[in-house]
């Protein structure tokens, strides 16, 4: 059933300021970072934030994964044409819905501090609802994003982001919030956080049988966070990540060797807990055809890319965020599996033309397009 602006989909992960500035070589080796990577901040990285105001003419994004696939399935909104002072959070637009509105909520933790206000009203701009867990002792959470060419390497501090607390989730005030939602999104980075809310959310859908979908998020968290993702995918109806995270799961699950194509298979074929749905996995691949897999059935769909020139390319982080909103908002309006992979495809698509998760303005009117599967 299309979602009646009744906060159907529920996000949970780690929301964050993302600063992001282009970076080089040198930058990339004085942090001892890779080109296309995603990692916590240790000791040697806490200074990559100031060096990227300071340095790097940062440009401040509402950002976390999961907030952000949260933005892009309630709202595409933001203008990148809008000049904006230096460290200022760019100005949101409300343009266009994909949902009706009041259909997403977000959750997670910040601090008492005005870079949480900041996260507030961008998200209220979007049209997105947002319950935080605030935490004072610690402040909201950052990610540096270094664009390097058409990649972006992301250190991410998590600060008070790493605090939420399962009692948060449970409470009187957010808990009939669960209750009423559909669909449960659940961003690989909070399995660092707080697995326990993961579960939660997991077991309700399960017990409830609703839709729980989780993203892998990064190569990391299938290589040290093995135990909290493998507790909570016999639950998962969708499994969404991409090529090199989908290489770190085999690697970590003794499925070394195999292509991205058997890796989809496999994880769909996992035992699950509700046997109402079959699993779907969907994995991208940048401009390569995104794969799905679906519990039961032999071999894997692909699905061609949308076009854009290279000229066109802004910057690619949060891509796979967007992919992810377009196809969630799909699933919520009641979309074939085919158009929803269309509709994620499409968002990315004008995502990777901006700065950061963003969207363009004016606004672009999603149309439904010949599905072009092989």
Request: proline share 6%; aromatic share 6%; charged share 20%.
């Amino acid at each position: 059933m299309a979602s009646k602006g009744d906060y159907a989909l529920l996000c949970l992960e780690n929301p964050l300021l993302d600063i992001q500035g282009q970076g080089d070589a040198a930058m990339l080796e004085k942090y001892g970072l890779k080109p296309n990577d995603a990692i916590l901040a240790e000791d040697k990285h806490m200074s990559i934030f100031d060096d990227l105001l300071n340095n790097r003419d940062a440009k401040l994004i509402a950002g976390g994964a999961a907030q952000n696939t949260a933005r892009g399935a309630q709202a595409i909104h933001p203008s990148s044409q809008c000049p904006s002072p230096p460290h200022r959070l760019r100005p949101l637009t409300p343009s266009q819905y994909i949902l009706p509105p009041s259909s997403v909520l977000y959750i997670g933790c910040v601090g008492a501090d005005s870079t949480a206000d900041t996260l507030r009203d961008a998200c209220k701009t979007a049209g997105l609802r947002v319950e935080y867990l605030v935490d004072p002792a610690q402040p909201t959470g950052r990610c540096a994003a270094v664009i390097t060419g058409h990649d972006r390497s992301l250190v991410t501090h998590l600060a008070a982001a790493n605090e939420y607390k399962l009692s948060h989730l449970t409470s009187p005030e957010i808990w009939p919030l669960v209750r009423a939602a559909r669909m449960y999104y659940v961003g690989g980075f909070h399995l660092t956080a707080c697995p326990p809310a993961a579960m939660a959310l997991a077991e309700e859908a399960a017990k409830e049988n609703k839709v729980f979908a989780i993203n892998l998020s990064a190569p990391f968290i299938p290589q040290f966070f093995k135990e909290q993702l493998d507790s909570v995918v016999p639950y998962c109806d969708y499994v969404i990540g991409n090529e090199t995270e989908a290489a770190a799961y085999a690697e970590s699950h003794g499925l070394g060797g195999k292509s991205v194509s058997e890796i989809a298979v496999a994880i769909a074929g996992m035992e699950k807990v509700n046997k109402e749905r079959k699993r779907v996995v969907v994995i991208t691949q940048g401009t390569e055809e995104t794969l799905m897999a679906v519990q039961g059935e032999q071999g894997v769909k692909g699905f061609k890319v949308h076009d854009v020139p290279k000229e066109e390319i802004c910057d690619t982080t949060g891509a796979g965020d967007a992919f992810a909103a377009g196809f969630l908002a799909g699933l919520v309006e009641s979309k074939s599996l085919e158009e929803s992979i269309h509709m994620g495809q499409w968002l990315a698509s004008l995502s990777i033309k901006e700065l950061g998760p963003q969207f363009p303005y004016p606004k672009q009117t999603y149309q439904p397009a010949a599905l072009k599967s092989q």
